[in-house]
Structure formats: structure tokens, C-alpha cells
């Protein structure tokens, strides 16, 4: 019975913790990626 609360709790955690994701603007080319005008990175998604 402990393991599965300890399994409970862990998943818990995972759930409430997750981290946000923002869009953000601009096309993508045929590779997936895009350069930031602002800074003038080219990354992939």
C-alpha cells in the first residue's frame, strides 16, 4: 500500500508541476525553424 501512495505522490507532483509553453509568432520554412528578427536567431521547433 506504500508504493502505491508513493506512486500517487510522484505523479502528483509531475502533474501539478508542469512547465508553460508560449507561442510566438513568424512561419516556419520546410525544416521547421525560423529566425527571430529581434535577436536574429535561427531555431527549430
Do not use: E, P, Q, R
Given at each position: 500500500?506504500?508504493i502505491?501512495?508513493?506512486?500517487?505522490?510522484?505523479?502528483?507532483?509531475?502533474?501539478?508541476?508542469?512547465?508553460?509553453?508560449?507561442?510566438?509568432?513568424?512561419?516556419?520554412?520546410?525544416?521547421?525553424?525560423?529566425?527571430?528578427?529581434?535577436?536574429?536567431?535561427?531555431?527549430?521547433?
Amino acid at each position: 500500500m506504500k508504493i502505491v501512495f508513493t506512486i500517487l505522490m510522484t505523479w502528483s507532483v509531475f502533474a501539478v508541476s508542469g512547465s508553460s509553453a508560449f507561442a510566438h509568432g513568424g512561419g516556419t520554412d520546410s525544416n521547421g525553424c525560423h529566425t527571430n528578427h529581434k535577436t536574429g536567431d535561427y531555431h527549430c521547433h
